[in-house]
Every structure is written in structure tokens, then in C-alpha cells.
């Protein structure tokens, strides 16, 4: 890419443009900078798309917080956690509970008379009850459009603005919250809104208010612990302790002014208040128990039945590949054996063995490689996690905080036990608020981006949808690639060879994202003629995950060497 | 590519240009508010820019693929079917039947009934759809097939047979017209992604299904060469949008007119007597396009000839072709169409005054009536006046003009007029868009809403209500008449006539959408909500008429 070597050159023809705009200096023309940074035009734009796809595919999701709906409205609270008809039962904590039942209680006569409210195994519903949780999704969503304006407003200089304007469009037109919210069905547009609220108070040093949105993110949505520990070293450090001894002052009165207690004392009663109002009507029912039995099924499997891209689905993998190995090379038979030591025994069945190919979750998932267990994947997160937070604890600024929350999303996304690719935007979220910090950066933040986008495609499986998700996220790619390439700022050591061809290298993979795509999508569109592509399924399905999955460890890699490495930007 | 080009022109050669054209000094920056701006700010610079206009277009894909997820007319009532059964039908009798029988196979059920490229394009995609699913042509067996594979195989073609010739014809002619009249350069990237997001067509197209765009953008292609004075490529493209749907014969008589005007030498020196004016008259000209005409039209028709021949010079073929394509025997006014007779049928009862053969010959002298005095005064003034020189923006606007004119004429006073042929007269009217100031742009803007308004009871029964109301909210945005921020397109300032107009047209719909929606109609006239919106768009289409009508009687 020329873009890289010439970064220096680019900026001079800004200059001579034909829209005026004073650099580096609050704007003081015409068009207030509030104005100029609104993000209303795209939020408008973006209801087109919205409301479009609300008639088309949507996954049992819908049906799933359709019955967290009807449970809300017709049973008292202490039975919310009880209630079992159907089989999606609501399994999101407190306070989603209490916005679905707020959403119910906005429900319209018709959309009742649909059969939104009823508590059945299995949902019957038409589209009045569609277009309903369809507009609930898209009106939830200004939560996320009023944290990235606030977010916009909150930068001071003309520069700095335009940065985070970027950051925010990309946000606010993501493929992945297109295509998991208003396609496949989810809330995470409020969610991620209120995760934005979050980083904004860090990135103002509103301990205290950041302290309480995660709070409130946690009520939400569980999935948010993953985080918790970034966020709790960074209070921690950054809050609760004050890390300067005082030579003046003698040992104990150094350890005491060590803790902040009067910010202990605020923090705590802030964090304490949010959930008591999450979770106290529930113990005061004394339903806790099947609460948190709801919240934490350890019932499930290592992987899903499409392999989110990450460590395991790279692991599952080279253990196909193995079997194939074992099946076809005779030689092989011992020498695997020794090494790995598995039950051979197991590999006779043949019909275990096609079912555990196809990707149906059974009992044996692994047949040479050792099986991992939920203890195992949990020590490699938290390790990872960890790791990421020493140097948060010393340096907890703003920077420091998001780069750690950034790992600690990588390390369960990668790690973590039965994850799902829906996961991948608790990365791409904080790590698009770091990306204009440095050109370093980008590498790893594309590599991310395109992977983890492309990784969901599976998810809307559906011919109609296929134009859109493709064109969608390849559209949503060129912008972005050229509006951060735009404004990134330039790290201070130009040169060094071994961050160009990184770059290159992503470039490359990224591309070869393309014929992936053309390549599964043929399977998919020869389905119906060719009899042996239908048995393939599963190898299409495989070949997204391992390709995507790649990808993302290696932007993880790439990312994590900044973050340890490059001390110029933190 | 034509967008490396695409740097700015000199500030010195663009005083130069705006001394040039005075009257269009406002029009540097049409769209320099318009909320597109939010999302091309990091392609202003020039050698981004072609990166912005592949941007726009490929998110109209984006735009129609999501349309498509909606319903096209007849799906799911089985018994009726529509134009999308239509299309797969003869998709499907194409492939498995010789050419001979395609105009004559069981004429009940959907027989083929538009011009001979029609034909070809369905046997074309027929033959990709049976390659990849047999079962969705299988001749009779496939009748009212419905699943999701043919359907959004058939969405599909369509956005495929609009990339390939819609939108290459609209960035051609963009660009031809932008060339001339100087235009910023972003400014006509926008423009390109308001006509290809236009939301009548894409609601017709994508959602009630319909191939209109191959026919518009091959008249388009016939524009372009126009502007470029090349008149024998000209006709030949305009006889190819004849040969896809017959509407395109809206265009048919000033096209006539136009070439026939330019078939003059030097006429602006030697109109002084009008001897030599008839003198100057290029015949040899003529004559080619004459033979370009012929030629192409044979060849079109080749295989119907060849047929013909083979049994032995029976021409019954052709004549089957002609029968079923311009459907005489069908009744005057089809449905209720915001049109002349349907609107004023309300008062006067025709069918009680007339009888049947008076009535043709009266909605024939009215058609001429409002067609021939127009083109005679654009001949008149292609010929005489001196301000049109070749190469002057005028001849540009008075082409654009005429053949909006021309075929407002047709779709207002000719009978049969279905209400997606508005698309037609819409066309050239969007191309003038460029042509002038902010003050088209507004009424231009304005039309299109009309236009997609007047079309509502057939989306509605296509149930695309909520696609109609977002393609609008899309269009407008595009536009910049929806703007949150400042500058909103939608009213214009300067002049109480139109401003009048247009907040009433605006009210006028509003009402019609809410008693729509909310309240039934009188049992006595069960039609009376469809009535309201005939007779609005009719009013509202008269006017735009009669404006255009003036634009061209003051250009000078």
C-alpha cells in the first residue's frame, strides 16, 4: 500500500481542498462542531437497513426473548426464573429481565392479539409481533447512538474530534451489530452502548461513574465478566490505591494512605446499591439459586456446532485432520497412538466418528488430541487475563485500561469455554476506541475486524440475506479502511521493517478472504444440484471458522506485542 | 479508469468555467450540506473519490437486496400470481419450447407478451436457473413454484441485469452531463446514488418485480450517445429499449424529432430563407439511421425470420409478436391511474358520451395535442435559435426537456396507461436535475416523491408498505431533503408559488396516508381512498407538466 509509506506526504493535499476547515483548533466557522459531528444523519440512514431486513430471516433468538417477554408480563417476579414451558427460559440476569418486562409492557393490542404474550413451548407469532420486537431493537439501539455522540462531544480539539468521529460511525454502522441485531436477533446495541458510557467516563477519569455503568452492564448481561477484571484492576489502581510512598511519613501511615478509603467507601456503595437493585427483589424471594443456575449452565459443550473462531476450533481441527491421518495412513497408527495415548477403540465406531465430524456436539468431541476440560480453558483465560493486567495495575490510565480490556475480550474469546462468534464484538468494540492512537494499530484492528465479520456469516444462513451481509460488511470495510487510514496519527519510529511486512501480510490474508467467501458460497448455491456437497456441510463450515480463526490470533499476537512492547503508546 | 481524471479543475479554470455559466453559479456545490457528507468526509480528496462512487453503488445493492426480502405481487395468493410469475414463466417456456411456439404457448397462463429482447434475456437467465436448479423451470410443472431459492434467484437477476446495464448507462450519462455543465465532481457521485436509489424503480424492480431498469438504462445509453451528436448509435440503442419493453415507445416521437432536427448542416447560418434551410437537409444522414433502425430491428428478429422462412413465408410469427405486444383489444383505461381520463372520468362519464371508436379517436387527437405542439416548438428552436448551438448546456437541457415533456404527454393522456409507466416520463425529468440550480433539485426531489406516492395502492397490494415508506426516507436523505442538520432541500425558499405547491402536495399525501391507514372508506365508494390518490398525483403531475411545458418555452 502506497498509504503506508507516503503518510507523511498524504496530509499536504487535505490542505488544499475544497471544503475549508481549519485544522487542529476548535472550529469556530459556521457549522458549529457539534453539528459537523452528528451522528444523526447515520442513524437515520441506517433505519433504511434496519427496518428492511426486520421482514426477513431472523433466528430463534426471537423467539427466545419473545417468551422472556410473555414471562415478564404474566408471571410475578419470583416465578421469572422458575417459569420452564418453553425451553428457552430466561437465562440473562436481573436487569434484562426488567427491561424485557418494561418492553411488555409498551406491547400493543394487536401484537398481543398475535401471540407475543403467550407462554408456549414454542412461540406462534406473525409479523405484528416481528415488526414490534424488531422496532424494540432498533429504539434500544439509541442507547448505543447517544453514547457515541456523547463520546464525540466529550473530545475537545478539532483534531481529536474528528478521530472519534470515525471511531463512532464505525461503530454505530458495524456489520456485526447489523447483522446480530437486526437480522439474527439480539439486544447488544443497548448493551455495547452502555459499555460505551463506560469507557467514557474512564477515558474522562470518572472513576466512580464508570464503576457504576459496569455495574449496570453486568445486571444486563453476564457475558461482561470476561471484562470484569480490567475493570477491576483499573479502579483498583487508578481509584482505590494511591501508589506514592511518602518518605516523609513513617511505614503504617504509608500503608493506610495506601487504600483511598474514602473512594473505597463511594465505589463500593455505588457498585453494592446497583446490585441490590439488581438482584435483592430476587433474594428477597429467595430465588437465587435458580437464578444463578440460570445464568451458569455448565451442562454445554466446548464448541458450539459451528466453531467460533478461536484456539479450540484450530484444535478441533488438527485433531480431524489426524483422524484422517489415522485413517488413511496405516504407518501412522503407532506413532500416534504413543504420543497422544487415546482410546483407539473410539475410532472404530463409525458412526460416533461421522457424527462427531458432521460438528453435532456429543459427549466425545476429541478422538486423538487430549480433551480439554471447562478447568483448562478457564486457567488459560485467566492467565492471558492476567498477564494483560500487570501493567494495567501500574499505569491505570485511560490508554492502558481500554488496550487491557481489548486482551481480557481476546483472551476469553480465544480461550473461553463454549463461546460463541457472537462474542468477537466484546474485542471489536474497545479496540476500535484504541485504533486512531497509532498506525501500528490498524493492522491488528483490520485483521480483526474483517475475520471476526467475516466469521458471523454463517450465522444468517439464508439465500435472501446474502447479498446484504456480504455487501454490507465489504462496504463497511473500504470505508473504514480509508477513513482510519485517514485520521490515524502517525507512530513516532517511521520505519522498521518488521511492522511493514506484518502489514503487508494482513493485507494479504485479509484478501484472501475473498475467494473464501465465493468458495463457501458456491457450496452453498451448488447444494441443491450436487448431491456430496450437501455431506460437506460441515468442511465449508470448518474452512470460515479455521480461516477466521487464524486471523484473529494473529491480530491477537499482533496486538499483544504492541501492548507489551511499544511503550510510546500507552 | 474514467475516475482517475477526477482531479478538481484549477481555481483559474473554474473562474474561467463560471464566467461561462452564469446561470448556474450556485450549482458547484449542490449537495455540500447533504448528510451524505457525514460518510464521503475522508473521500473528498480527489484520488479517493472514485472509491466513494463505487461506495454508493455498491451500497444501492445493499438497498435492493434488502427490498427484495419483501414480497413481490401475487406471492403467497396462489391462484393470481404476477409479473414475477410472469418473468419465471417465460424463463421457463423459453428454454424447453422452440422460438416458434414462444408467442404462442398457452397465451392464458402469462403467455409471452413484450418485445423480442424480453424474450431473449429470459432465455439467457433460464438457462443459468436450470443449470443450477432444474426443478425451477420444469416446463408446467413449475407452475406458481414458491420457495425461497427462485425467489431470491429472480431478485437476484434482477439486481444483476440493473448492475450490468442500469448503472453503467447512469454513470455514463452523469458524467457526459456533468462534463458539460462543470460539475463537482462529488456532487455527481451523489447524483448517481439518488437516481440508482430511486424508489419508485427500486420498488418496482426489486419489490414488485419487473426488469424496467434494463429497458431505462438502455434509453439512457441512446441519451448519451445523443449528447455525444453520435445519432446512429443513438437509434440503435433506443430500438434495443423498444425491443426490451414497449414502453420506452413514450420516447419514440422526440426522439424522432431530435435526430430529424440535427439532420440539418450548419442550419443557424442558412436560416435566413427557409429554401436553404430545406436545402442544408443531410439526407445521406437520414438515410443511415433509417437503415441503423432497420437493421437492428431485423436482426432483433432474426430468429422469428428465419422461422418464417423455414415454413415458407407465412408471417403469422411477426404478426403474433405485434398482436401480443401492443394489445389493442384491451379496454381504454386500465385501472385507476393518476392520468387525464381516469381522473377526469370522474366528472365525465366517457363511456356514456362516446362511443368506443369515437372515444380512441379522441384520446388520439388529445395525445397529439399534447405531445406535437411541444416538439414542433424544440425543433423549432433547435433549428433557429442561435444560443443552441452544438456543445452549448442548452441543447443538453432542451433533450432532457423534450423527452420529459414528450413522454409526461403520453403517460397523462394516453390510454393504457399502467402506474408503473410513470417511470418512464420520471427518467429524463431525474437527468434534469443536473442541469440547473438548487431550485430544480427541490422540484425534482418533489416528483419523485409524487411519483412513488401515486404508485402506493400497488405497492400496497404488493405489501410493501414498509419498503415504500423507507426507500422514500432513503431517496429523500440522499437528496439532502431529509436533513437533520441544516439546509433542508425539501421546501424551496425563494418562490411562495411553489412553496405553496409543494407544503400542499405534502399535506395532501399525509392525509391520504393517514385516512389510508386508519379510517375505511365510505361503503358507498368502496374506491374512494384509491380516487384521492389518483386525483393528488394527477393535480400534482399536471403542474410538474405544465412547469417543464414553461421551462422549455423560455429557454433561450
Same mark, same amino acid.
Given at each position: 500500500?502506497?498509504?503506508?509509506?507516503?503518510?507523511?506526504?498524504?496530509?499536504?493535499?487535505?490542505?488544499?481542498?475544497?471544503?475549508?476547515?481549519?485544522?487542529?483548533?476548535?472550529?469556530?466557522?459556521?457549522?458549529?462542531?457539534?453539528?459537523?459531528?452528528?451522528? $444523526?444523519?447515520?442513524?437515520?440512514?441506517?433505519?433504511?437497513?434496519?427496518? $428492511?431486513?426486520?421482514?426477513?430471516?431472523?433466528?430463534?433468538?426471537?423467539?427466545?426473548?419473545?417468551?422472556?417477554?410473555?414471562?415478564?408480563?404474566?408471571?410475578?417476579?419470583?416465578?421469572?426464573?422458575?417459569?420452564?414451558?418453553?425451553?428457552?427460559?430466561?437465562?440473562?440476569?436481573?436487569?434484562?429481565?426488567?427491561?424485557?418486562?418494561?418492553?411488555?409492557?409498551?406491547?400493543?393490542?394487536?401484537?398481543?392479539?398475535?401471540?407475543?404474550?403467550?407462554?408456549?413451548?414454542?412461540?406462534?407469532?406473525?409479523?405484528?409481533?416481528?415488526?414490534?420486537?424488531?422496532?424494540?431493537?432498533?429504539?434500544?439501539?439509541?442507547?448505543?447512538?447517544?453514547?457515541?455522540?456523547?463520546?464525540?462531544?466529550?473530545?475537545?480539539?478539532?483534531?481529536?474530534? !474528528?478521530?472519534?468521529?470515525?471511531?463512532?460511525?464505525?461503530?454505530?454502522?458495524?456489520?456485526?451489530?447489523?447483522?446480530?441485531?437486526?437480522?439474527?436477533?439480539?439486544?447488544?446495541?443497548?448493551?455495547?452502548?452502555?459499555?460505551?458510557?463506560?469507557?467514557?467516563?474512564?477515558?474522562?477519569?470518572?472513576? $466512580?461513574?464508570?464503576?457504576?455503568?459496569?455495574?449496570?452492564?453486568?445486571?444486563?448481561?453476564?457475558?461482561?465478566?470476561?471484562?470484569?477484571?480490567?475493570?477491576?484492576?483499573?479502579?483498583?489502581?487508578?481509584?482505590?490505591?494511591?501508589?506514592?510512598?511518602?518518605? !516523609?511519613?513513617?511505614?503504617?501511615?504509608?500503608?493506610?494512605?495506601?487504600?483511598?478509603?474514602?473512594?473505597?467507601?463511594?465505589?463500593?456503595?455505588?457498585?453494592?446499591?446497583?446490585?441490590?437493585?439488581?438482584?435483592?427483589?430476587?433474594?428477597?424471594?429467595?430465588?437465587?439459586? @435458580?437464578?444463578?443456575?440460570?445464568?451458569?449452565?455448565?451442562?454445554?459443550?466446548?464448541?458450539?456446532?459451528?466453531?467460533?473462531?478461536?484456539?479450540?476450533?484450530?484444535?478441533?481441527?488438527?485433531?480431524?485432520?489426524?483422524? @484422517?491421518?489415522?485413517?488413511?495412513?496405516?504407518?501412522?497408527?503407532?506413532?500416534?497412538?504413543?504420543?497422544?495415548?487415546?482410546?483407539?477403540?473410539?475410532?472404530?465406531?463409525?458412526?460416533?466418528?461421522?457424527?462427531?465430524?458432521?460438528?453435532?456436539?456429543?459427549?466425545?468431541?476429541?478422538?486423538?488430541?487430549?480433551?480439554?476440560?471447562?478447568?483448562?480453558?478457564?486457567?488459560?483465560?485467566?492467565?492471558?487475563?492476567?498477564?494483560?493486567?500487570?501493567?494495567?495495575?501500574?499505569?491505570?490510565?485511560?490508554?492502558?485500561?481500554?488496550?487491557?480490556?481489548?486482551?481480557?475480550?481476546?483472551?476469553?474469546?480465544?480461550?473461553?469455554?463454549?463461546?460463541?462468534?457472537?462474542?468477537?464484538?466484546?474485542?471489536?468494540?474497545?479496540?476500535?476506541?484504541?485504533?486512531?492512537?497509532?498506525?501500528?494499530?490498524?493492522?491488528?484492528?483490520?485483521?480483526?475486524?474483517?475475520?471476526?465479520?467475516?466469521?458471523?456469516?454463517?450465522?444468517?444462513?439464508?439465500?435472501?440475506?446474502?447479498?446484504? !451481509?456480504?455487501?454490507?460488511?465489504?462496504?463497511?470495510?473500504?470505508?473504514?479502511?480509508?477513513?482510519?487510514?485517514?485520521?490515524?496519527?502517525?507512530?513516532?519510529?517511521?520505519?522498521?521493517?518488521?511492522?511493514?511486512?506484518?502489514?503487508?501480510?494482513?493485507?494479504?490474508?485479509?484478501?484472501?478472504?475473498?475467494?473464501?467467501?465465493?468458495?463457501?458460497?458456491?457450496?452453498?448455491?451448488?447444494?441443491?444440484?450436487?448431491?456430496?456437497?450437501?455431506?460437506?456441510?460441515?468442511?465449508?463450515?470448518?474452512?470460515?471458522?479455521?480461516?477466521?480463526?487464524?486471523?484473529?490470533?494473529?491480530?491477537?499476537?499482533?496486538?499483544?506485542?504492541?501492548?507489551?512492547?511499544?511503550?510510546?503508546?500507552? | 479508469?474514467?475516475?482517475?481524471?477526477?482531479?478538481?479543475?484549477?481555481?483559474?479554470?473554474?473562474?474561467?468555467?463560471?464566467?461561462?455559466?452564469?446561470?448556474?453559479?450556485?450549482?458547484?456545490?449542490?449537495?455540500?450540506?447533504?448528510?451524505?457528507?457525514?460518510?464521503?468526509?475522508?473521500?473528498?480528496?480527489?484520488?479517493?473519490?472514485?472509491? *466513494?462512487?463505487?461506495?454508493?453503488?455498491?451500497?444501492?445493492?445493499?438497498?435492493?437486496?434488502?427490498? %427484495?426480502?419483501?414480497?413481490?405481487?401475487?406471492?403467497?395468493?396462489?391462484?393470481?400470481?404476477?409479473?414475477?410469475?410472469?418473468?419465471?414463466?417465460?424463463?421457463?417456456?423459453?428454454?424447453?419450447?422452440?422460438?416458434?411456439?414462444?408467442?404462442?404457448?398457452?397465451?392464458?397462463?402469462?403467455?409471452?407478451?413484450?418485445?423480442?429482447?424480453?424474450?431473449?434475456?429470459?432465455?439467457?437467465? %433460464?438457462?443459468?436457473?436450470?443449470?443450477?436448479?432444474?426443478?425451477?423451470?420444469?416446463?408446467?410443472?413449475?407452475?406458481?413454484?414458491?420457495?425461497?431459492?427462485?425467489?431470491?434467484?429472480?431478485?437476484?437477476?434482477?439486481?444483476?441485469?440493473?448492475?450490468?446495464?442500469?448503472?453503467?448507462?447512469?454513470?455514463?450519462?452523469?458524467?457526459?452531463?456533468?462534463?458539460?455543465?462543470? +460539475?463537482?465532481?462529488?456532487?455527481?457521485?451523489?447524483?448517481?446514488?439518488?437516481?440508482?436509489?430511486?424508489?419508485?424503480?427500486?420498488?418496482?424492480?426489486?419489490?414488485?418485480?419487473?426488469?424496467?431498469?434494463?429497458?431505462?438504462?438502455?434509453?439512457?445509453?441512446?441519451?448519451?450517445?445523443?449528447?455525444?451528436?453520435?445519432?446512429?448509435?443513438?437509434?440503435?440503442?433506443?430500438?434495443?429499449?423498444?425491443?426490451?419493453?414497449? +414502453?420506452?415507445?413514450?420516447?419514440?416521437?422526440?426522439?424522432?424529432?431530435?435526430?430529424?432536427?440535427?439532420?440539418?448542416?450548419?442550419?443557424?447560418?442558412?436560416?435566413?430563407?427557409?429554401?436553404?434551410?430545406?436545402?442544408?437537409?443531410?439526407?445521406?444522414?437520414?438515410?443511415?439511421? %433509417?437503415?441503423?433502425?432497420?437493421?437492428?430491428?431485423?436482426?432483433?428478429?432474426?430468429?422469428?425470420?428465419?422461422?418464417?422462412?423455414?415454413?415458407?413465408?407465412?408471417?403469422?410469427?411477426?404478426?403474433?409478436?405485434?398482436?401480443?405486444?401492443?394489445?389493442?383489444?384491451?379496454?381504454?383505461?386500465?385501472?385507476?391511474?393518476?392520468?387525464?381520463?381516469?381522473?377526469?372520468?370522474?366528472?365525465?362519464?366517457?363511456?356514456?358520451?362516446?362511443?368506443?371508436?369515437?372515444?380512441?379517436?379522441?384520446?388520439?387527437?388529445?395525445?397529439?395535442?399534447?405531445?406535437?405542439?411541444?416538439?414542433?416548438?424544440?425543433?423549432?428552436?433547435?433549428?433557429?435559435?442561435?444560443?443552441?448551438?452544438?456543445?452549448?448546456?442548452?441543447?443538453?437541457?432542451?433533450?432532457?426537456? %423534450?423527452?420529459?415533456?414528450?413522454?409526461?404527454?403520453?403517460?397523462?393522456?394516453?390510454?393504457?396507461?399502467?402506474?408503473?409507466?410513470?417511470?418512464?416520463?420520471? +427518467?429524463?425529468?431525474?437527468?434534469?436535475?443536473?442541469?440547473?440550480?438548487?431550485?430544480?433539485?427541490?422540484?425534482?426531489?418533489?416528483?419523485?416523491?409524487?411519483?412513488?406516492?401515486?404508485?402506493?395502492?400497488?405497492?400496497?397490494?404488493?405489501?410493501?408498505?414498509?419498503?415504500?415508506?423507507?426507500?422514500?426516507?432513503?431517496?429523500?436523505?440522499?437528496?439532502? *431533503?431529509?436533513?437533520?442538520?441544516?439546509?433542508?432541500?425539501?421546501?424551496?425558499?425563494?418562490?411562495?408559488?411553489?412553496?405553496?405547491?409543494?407544503?400542499?402536495?405534502?399535506?395532501?399525501?399525509?392525509?391520504?396516508?393517514?385516512?389510508?391507514?386508519?379510517?375505511?372508506?365510505?361503503?358507498?365508494?368502496?374506491?374512494?381512498?384509491?380516487?384521492?390518490?389518483?386525483?393528488?398525483?394527477?393535480?400534482?403531475?399536471?403542474?410538474?407538466?405544465?412547469?417543464?411545458?414553461?421551462?422549455?418555452?423560455?429557454?433561450?
Amino acid at each position: 500500500m502506497a498509504k503506508t509509506s507516503t503518510g507523511a506526504a498524504m496530509s499536504l493535499p487535505r490542505e488544499v481542498q475544497s471544503k475549508p476547515e481549519p485544522k487542529d483548533q476548535p472550529s469556530s466557522s459556521s457549522p458549529s462542531p457539534t453539528d459537523q459531528f452528528s451522528l $444523526l444523519n447515520i442513524w437515520l440512514i441506517l433505519l433504511a437497513p434496519k427496518l $428492511l431486513v426486520a421482514v426477513g430471516y431472523h433466528s430463534t433468538d426471537f423467539d427466545v426473548h419473545r417468551n422472556w417477554l410473555a414471562i415478564t408480563h404474566n408471571l410475578p417476579l419470583s416465578q421469572w426464573y422458575v417459569e420452564a414451558t418453553s425451553q428457552w427460559t430466561l437465562d440473562y440476569p436481573p436487569f434484562f429481565a426488567y427491561f424485557e418486562w418494561f418492553l411488555s409492557q409498551l406491547v400493543p393490542a394487536p401484537v398481543k392479539a398475535d401471540g407475543c404474550l403467550q407462554i408456549v413451548p414454542v412461540g406462534n407469532y406473525g409479523l405484528p409481533t416481528i415488526y414490534f420486537q424488531r422496532a424494540t431493537v432498533i429504539a434500544s439501539e439509541l442507547v448505543l447512538f447517544v453514547a457515541l455522540q456523547w463520546f464525540i462531544n466529550t473530545c475537545q480539539l478539532y483534531l481529536s474530534k !474528528k478521530r472519534a468521529y470515525a471511531i463512532a460511525a464505525s461503530l454505530a454502522l458495524s456489520p456485526g451489530l447489523m447483522l446480530i441485531d437486526h437480522i439474527h436477533f439480539q439486544y447488544n446495541g443497548m448493551m455495547y452502548g452502555i459499555l460505551v458510557l463506560m469507557l467514557n467516563c474512564a477515558r474522562l477519569d470518572q472513576h $466512580l461513574m464508570c464503576g457504576f455503568w459496569f455495574a449496570v452492564l453486568l445486571c444486563f448481561k453476564h457475558i461482561y465478566l470476561y471484562l470484569a477484571p480490567a475493570v477491576f484492576v483499573y479502579l483498583l489502581s487508578g481509584y482505590c490505591l494511591s501508589l506514592k510512598y511518602d518518605n !516523609k511519613k513513617s511505614l503504617v501511615n504509608n500503608v493506610v494512605g495506601l487504600i483511598q478509603w474514602t473512594n473505597c467507601l463511594k465505589l463500593g456503595l455505588v457498585v453494592a446499591s446497583v446490585f441490590t437493585v439488581a438482584f435483592g427483589p430476587f433474594a428477597y424471594y429467595g430465588v437465587l439459586p @435458580q437464578l444463578f443456575s440460570r445464568l451458569f449452565p455448565f451442562s454445554r459443550g466446548l464448541t458450539h456446532a459451528y466453531w467460533a473462531p478461536n484456539i479450540w476450533a484450530i484444535y478441533l481441527f488438527v485433531d480431524r485432520v489426524l483422524i @484422517q491421518v489415522y485413517k488413511s495412513v496405516p504407518l501412522s497408527r503407532t506413532i500416534l497412538q504413543r504420543v497422544f495415548q487415546f482410546n483407539a477403540g473410539l475410532l472404530s465406531n463409525p458412526d460416533m466418528l461421522n457424527k462427531s465430524t458432521r460438528g453435532i456436539v456429543g459427549d466425545i468431541e476429541f478422538f486423538i488430541l487430549p480433551t480439554i476440560t471447562p478447568q483448562i480453558t478457564f486457567i488459560l483465560t485467566l492467565f492471558y487475563q492476567i498477564m494483560a493486567l500487570i501493567p494495567l495495575f501500574f499505569q491505570p490510565n485511560y490508554k492502558r485500561f481500554v488496550g487491557a480490556l481489548v486482551l481480557c475480550g481476546y483472551a476469553s474469546f480465544l480461550f473461553g469455554w463454549h463461546v460463541h462468534e457472537k462474542a468477537i464484538l466484546i474485542v471489536i468494540f474497545p479496540i476500535t476506541f484504541l485504533v486512531c492512537n497509532s498506525k501500528s494499530l490498524l493492522a491488528p484492528f483490520n485483521l480483526l475486524v474483517s475475520c471476526g465479520y467475516v466469521s458471523l456469516f454463517p450465522l444468517i444462513f439464508t439465500p435472501g440475506e446474502w447479498i446484504f !451481509k456480504v455487501t454490507f460488511t465489504f462496504m463497511w470495510f473500504v470505508i473504514f479502511y480509508v477513513a482510519f487510514n485517514a485520521v490515524v496519527k502517525l507512530p513516532k519510529n517511521v520505519g522498521g521493517s518488521s511492522g511493514i511486512m506484518f502489514h503487508r501480510l494482513t493485507q494479504l490474508y485479509i484478501l484472501g478472504l475473498v475467494p473464501l467467501i465465493l468458495f463457501t458460497s458456491m457450496m452453498d448455491l451448488f447444494e441443491s444440484k450436487y448431491e456430496f456437497l450437501r455431506k460437506l456441510e460441515f468442511l465449508k463450515l470448518m474452512l470460515i471458522s479455521v480461516y477466521t480463526a487464524l486471523g484473529i490470533i494473529s491480530s491477537w499476537n499482533g496486538f499483544s506485542w504492541l501492548y507489551f512492547v511499544d511503550e510510546t503508546l500507552w | 479508469m474514467a475516475a482517475a481524471g477526477g482531479a478538481k479543475p484549477s481555481s483559474s479554470k473554474k473562474s474561467k468555467k463560471a464566467v461561462l455559466n452564469k446561470s448556474r453559479k450556485g450549482n458547484l456545490h449542490v449537495f455540500q450540506d447533504a448528510p451524505i457528507y457525514d460518510l464521503l468526509k475522508y473521500f473528498d480528496r480527489a484520488p479517493d473519490q472514485w472509491a *466513494a462512487r463505487y461506495i454508493l453503488i455498491f451500497s444501492t445493492i445493499i438497498l435492493k437486496s434488502a427490498v %427484495g426480502l419483501g414480497s413481490y405481487l401475487g406471492e403467497g395468493q396462489l391462484p393470481i400470481h404476477g409479473d414475477f410469475e410472469a418473468q419465471r414463466h417465460w424463463m421457463e417456456i423459453t428454454n424447453h419450447l422452440p422460438v416458434s411456439q414462444w408467442y404462442f404457448f398457452d397465451l392464458e397462463y402469462w403467455g409471452l407478451d413484450y418485445p423480442p429482447l424480453t424474450a431473449y434475456h429470459s432465455y439467457i437467465f %433460464g438457462k443459468l436457473g436450470l443449470f443450477l436448479n432444474w426443478s425451477w423451470f420444469a416446463l408446467n410443472d413449475s407452475r406458481g413454484i414458491e420457495n425461497p431459492g427462485i425467489k431470491y434467484f429472480m431478485r437476484f437477476l434482477v439486481i444483476i441485469s440493473d448492475f450490468i446495464v442500469y448503472g453503467p448507462a447512469l454513470i455514463h450519462v452523469l458524467s457526459l452531463i456533468g462534463k458539460r455543465f462543470n +460539475m463537482n465532481r462529488i456532487d455527481h457521485i451523489v447524483f448517481t446514488a439518488a437516481f440508482l436509489c430511486q424508489p419508485g424503480l427500486i420498488l418496482i424492480d426489486n419489490g414488485h418485480f419487473q426488469y424496467n431498469s434494463v429497458m431505462l438504462g438502455l434509453f439512457l445509453f441512446a441519451v448519451a450517445e445523443l449528447i455525444r451528436e453520435n445519432y446512429i448509435l443513438a437509434s440503435i440503442w433506443f430500438v434495443l429499449a423498444i425491443n426490451f419493453k414497449q +414502453m420506452a415507445l413514450y420516447y419514440a416521437p422526440f426522439i424522432f424529432t431530435y435526430i430529424l432536427a440535427n439532420m440539418f448542416y450548419n442550419y443557424y447560418d442558412v436560416s435566413k430563407s427557409y429554401r436553404q434551410l430545406i436545402r442544408s437537409f443531410n439526407f445521406a444522414k437520414v438515410f443511415l439511421v %433509417g437503415i441503423a433502425v432497420l437493421l437492428t430491428q431485423v436482426v432483433l428478429l432474426l430468429p422469428f425470420i428465419w422461422i418464417s422462412f423455414e415454413n415458407g413465408f407465412t408471417f403469422d410469427i411477426l404478426r403474433q409478436i405485434v398482436i401480443r405486444v401492443f394489445p389493442f383489444q384491451r379496454g381504454l383505461f386500465e385501472d385507476k391511474v393518476a392520468n387525464f381520463w381516469c381522473t377526469t372520468n370522474l366528472v365525465i362519464k366517457y363511456r356514456e358520451l362516446f362511443t368506443l371508436p369515437q372515444l380512441t379517436r379522441l384520446l388520439l387527437l388529445l395525445t397529439l395535442a399534447s405531445i406535437i405542439p411541444p416538439n414542433l416548438l424544440i425543433a423549432w428552436k433547435l433549428l433557429m435559435n442561435k444560443k443552441f448551438t452544438k456543445n452549448s448546456t442548452h441543447r443538453i437541457v432542451i433533450l432532457l426537456l %423534450g423527452f420529459a415533456i414528450t413522454s409526461w404527454g403520453f403517460f397523462l393522456f394516453s390510454f393504457q396507461v399502467h402506474e408503473k409507466s410513470v417511470l418512464v416520463p420520471l +427518467m429524463p425529468t431525474l437527468l434534469l436535475a443536473l442541469t440547473r440550480d438548487r431550485f430544480d433539485l427541490v422540484l425534482i426531489q418533489w416528483i419523485i416523491n409524487v411519483t412513488s406516492f401515486s404508485m402506493y395502492p400497488l405497492l400496497k397490494k404488493d405489501n410493501l408498505v414498509l419498503q415504500y415508506f423507507t426507500c422514500l426516507l432513503v431517496s429523500n436523505w440522499i437528496m439532502g *431533503a431529509l436533513n437533520v442538520k441544516k439546509n433542508t432541500l425539501m421546501i424551496p425558499k425563494d418562490s411562495l408559488f411553489w412553496k405553496l405547491i409543494i407544503v400542499s402536495s405534502y399535506v395532501a399525501m399525509l392525509t391520504y396516508h393517514i385516512s389510508d391507514q386508519f379510517l375505511a372508506p365510505p361503503a358507498r365508494y368502496p374506491d374512494l381512498w384509491l380516487i384521492l390518490n389518483t386525483t393528488i398525483s394527477f393535480a400534482y403531475f399536471g403542474i410538474f407538466w405544465l412547469w417543464l411545458l414553461y421551462r422549455a418555452y423560455v429557454l433561450n
